[in-house]
């Protein structure tokens, strides 16, 4: 039988339910790979990605995998073996930019703050002039804590010290304020399955032209396509998929023959920035910002306390603390009704926070008050199925209002 | 504006127009990644695809990139630095295996025969006994000469010496016979943008118990999601993305977290299987058969040669001499004329063969009758408006003849 998913409002941290047209953008039938056609439209989603980005870099592109894909692409073409990389650690995704260093040979160095808290930038540029990185790696948007990293002064404290900047901003980008050029990010990835409203399986990507250069001086083209005569430079890239300084040169106008570029996922991620810069990048992160805080409101409205320093959450995730009255396992227990009962889905959490806290997304396609007011709804329900002393109406109510205010 | 692509008829080496069934399954809505509904179909592709790659391997699910990435998750999980890797190169992709392997750190010895042919088991054996690798990698379709590379000795070669069988099916999956565990293959990886009729972006990959006991010597189970003192063994597998020790462990019944799976393309990797066991295996690989010999007397037809060993040639694709009176460039010309005046593709080529021949393919979804007559019809009309001296009609005639005999 052909694939026929249950009917399902994703209210997790993401994936989340994918925006309509982007899915129909994805239906479209292929062309070749080196189309005119096709070759414009790579040229063309580059362009939409420099806004939504924000950055005039011309190496602007997408990475054929989900965004863990895009990460290792960016750490792997930057990073050679002995290389020291800087990781400030506040949440899960921080200690995956540690894993993924290591793998590529980095003497990897971290300094960590308290799951639910940020940096100030002074500690992060005391751990740079004590290790003396090649690159610090940061996460914006850490969906496990929901916090969101203040980036705005780290640019200018690599820069004085000559440190390249990557920063993964998978699960913020399109619902936060997000600047590459303006913060002096080097290296960005995000993924299409938070803020952008798509299906994970394309991780777009910017590098800038200091980045450009560290990676153009690792480049090795592969034996079969390389022009005769042409010697590569540096340590060779440990990958060849995720090899940047190649993928640049595929969608760049040499189209130097490298994957076959995943023709439907490069549909999608187009169509998802397309709508976001025809939304306006202000507009998406007030909304973000809007339904957000109707789900704060609301959450707390059902008398239910939120983890974590709250101003520098991120719009579009809420770490909801579970209620005493569940018990142990009560947590799961009322997912689980909320996923069967009502078709909505809800996040749980990893770590020091797995049993403690519901992550509750709003973001992408389901940043709206619909998706909002229904959750709550629902939520509400259960909780009160399962015996949760609350106020009736309060989640929604409080929803209410954050939206008439 | 919306994706609107210009429509075309893929003729080329692939990828190749998508069958629209798999196209209408990817456009399905998304669910929560441990959903139970998706847990399920990640199991049911699984056994799906173990029909695909006639296996009872337990481990046989998707890679979440092109089919280079499958390739790369292959090498990557069982070679470590240093290991020997034997490559029998008769075409470009045998030289990707090499540059893959060399990168993954490993000491790769070469056999090559000239374009257009392919190896005598005894001459792998040989090569086996004088390298003593720990894999031998190899290409079964090479789409860069057409031709197919017989693989039924090599399993029991390998297995009287010790040594791990990985094989790239991703241009004859589908098309050509394809026995996993009958011709004693360890590791197999494919795409979907050729015999199987999707768009490329997933990798299906299969491997044996010898080949997971290999790998989970490696394991290393990353920071933040292992159990507490789950120590790893081995050395470390180079890629956390492509490593196929946690890949497993994610689509396993541990279901670990690793990447957030690209769900559009597991809707669009499940449909491709399963067209594929809906028509039959023998009945996919007839059909390619049939329209292969009738794309090769077809060209025939019309006066043209056809390069390499037509008895080893894959049943998908055909490499067809450009005719000498198109001059240098000519060959170029015509396959622009064929793509813009009539909107059909065909392929030009690599290496050695690069301005001698076209590749025409008759693959997937385009493995049709009127797919076949249609690109003689118009490569009749390119090839008379160019003055290449040809028999009118002798094209669609000779292939009529196929069809009808």
């Known amino acids: ?133 090649k690159v610090l790696a940061v996460v914006q948007g850490d969906t496990s804590t929901t916090m969101c990293q203040p980036l705005a002064d780290l640019g200018e404290i690599c820069r004085r010290h000559d440190v390249l900047l990557y920063c993964d901003a998978t699960a913020s980008l399109g619902g936060n304020d997000f600047e590459t050029d303006a913060w002096g990010l080097d290296v960005v990835t995000a993924g299409l399955q938070k803020c952008l409203g798509g299906p994970s399986g394309s991780a777009p990507i910017t590098i800038s032209e200091r980045a450009v250069a560290v990676i153009d001086g690792r480049k090795h083209v592969e034996a079969g396509i390389a022009e005769p005569g ?93 209620p005493a009255g569940l018990g142990s396992s009560g947590g799961d227990a009322a997912r689980s009704a909320l996923l069967e009962d009502f078709g909505i889905e809800i996040g749980t959490s990893f770590g020091p926070l797995h049993g403690k806290v519901w992550r509750i997304g709003t973001m992408g396609y389901n940043a709206r008050k619909d998706a909002v007011l229904l959750t709550l709804a629902a939520l509400e329900q259960v909780l009160r199925a399962a015996g949760v002393p609350l106020t009736a109406g309060g989640g929604v109510g409080a929803a209410r209002e954050v939206y008439s205010s």
């Open 1 to 133: 039988m052909s694939v026929h998913p249950p009917h399902r409002l994703l209210m997790g941290p993401g994936p989340i339910t994918a925006d309509p047209r982007v899915l129909r953008a994805m239906s479209a039938q292929l062309v070749g790979q080196y189309d005119p056609w096709m070759t414009a439209t790579m040229t063309e989603t580059m362009g939409l990605y420099r806004e939504v980005f924000r950055t005039a870099n011309e190496q602007t592109l997408l990475v054929d995998g989900t965004s863990r894909a895009g990460i290792e692409a960016a750490l792997v073409s930057l990073v050679e073996p002995g290389d020291r990389v800087l990781v400030p650690v506040f949440g899960r995704f921080g200690h995956l930019l540690v894993e993924i260093a290591e793998r590529c040979g980095a003497e990897v160095h971290t300094i960590e703050v308290p799951w639910g808290q940020v940096f100030a930038p002074e500690a992060i540029e005391e751990a740079v002039v004590a290790t003396r990185p």
């Open 230 to 322: 042409e010697t590569g430079a540096g340590v060779r890239i440990a990958s060849n998929y995720l090899d940047l300084a190649q993928v640049m040169d595929y969608w760049g106008p040499r189209r130097l023959n490298h994957h076959t570029e995943a023709t439907t996922m490069l549909y999608g991620a187009r169509e998802c920035a397309r709508l976001l810069v025809e939304e306006g990048l202000d507009a998406a992160v007030a909304r973000h910002a809007l339904h957000g805080r109707a789900m704060l409101e609301g959450v707390r409205g059902l008398g239910l306390a939120v983890f974590g320093d709250v101003a520098h959450k991120m719009h579009n995730v809420v770490a909801v603390e579970i």
